[in-house]
């Protein structure tokens, strides 16, 4: 029997203020997504912001529906809208960011599996990995670099051949 360790690495900061100005106006666009959060059900707003590599940013916010599957993430609603219009504009960064007004948020809300697997389909398709910045007004930021940094068991299509 052998023992494996997996580090994941991601850096914390403890507000956006401390993040260089690229990074800084990405969240605030996330900020700006929330406000086309439709979550009457959850009563809990999602904004994603993606900065592409020609500088152009993307917003997507939670889309909820009185079918409650039939709603869908802020951040599966902009990496589909990229894939949908930009394919060809690689992905550099995406910023997401929450808030309820039933609570406050302590800590980032970290995306649920079915977006991360769709991100780590965006990253195969751009060939290269995204930044993901995930934050909340009050409450630390956390960086990391790419899709491994979040599922390091991820099955890739190569394990089929
Ligand atoms: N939600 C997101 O938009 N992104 C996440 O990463 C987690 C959850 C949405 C889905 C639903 O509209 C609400 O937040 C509560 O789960």
Redesign the pocket.
């Known amino acids: 029997m052998t023992n494996h360790e997996i580090k994941i690495a991601f850096q914390e900061y403890s507000s956006v203020d401390e993040l260089a100005n690229i990074d800084q106006e990405l969240c605030a666009g996330a900020v700006k997504a929330m406000e086309n959060s439709h979550?009457p059900y959850?009563k809990?707003s999602?904004g994603a912001a993606l900065r592409l590599k020609s500088g152009k940013i993307i917003h997507g916010s939670?889309q909820?529906n009185v079918a409650y599957p039939s709603?869908l993430?802020?951040?599966r609603v902009a990496l589909f809208y990229w894939g949908a219009n930009h394919p060809d504009d690689p992905i550099e960064s995406m910023a997401?960011t929450a808030h309820t007004d039933e609570f406050e948020l302590q800590k980032p809300?970290?995306?649920?599996g079915s977006?991360l697997q769709v991100l780590a389909e965006c990253e195969k398709m751009q060939q290269s990995p995204v930044k993901v910045i995930l934050f909340v007004a009050k409450g630390p930021v956390w960086v990391t670099n790419g899709i491994e940094s979040f599922l390091p068991f991820l099955f890739f299509e190569d394990r089929l051949s």
């Open positions: 979550s959850s809990f999602v939670n909820e709603g993430c802020a951040e997401v809300v970290t995306s649920c977006c």
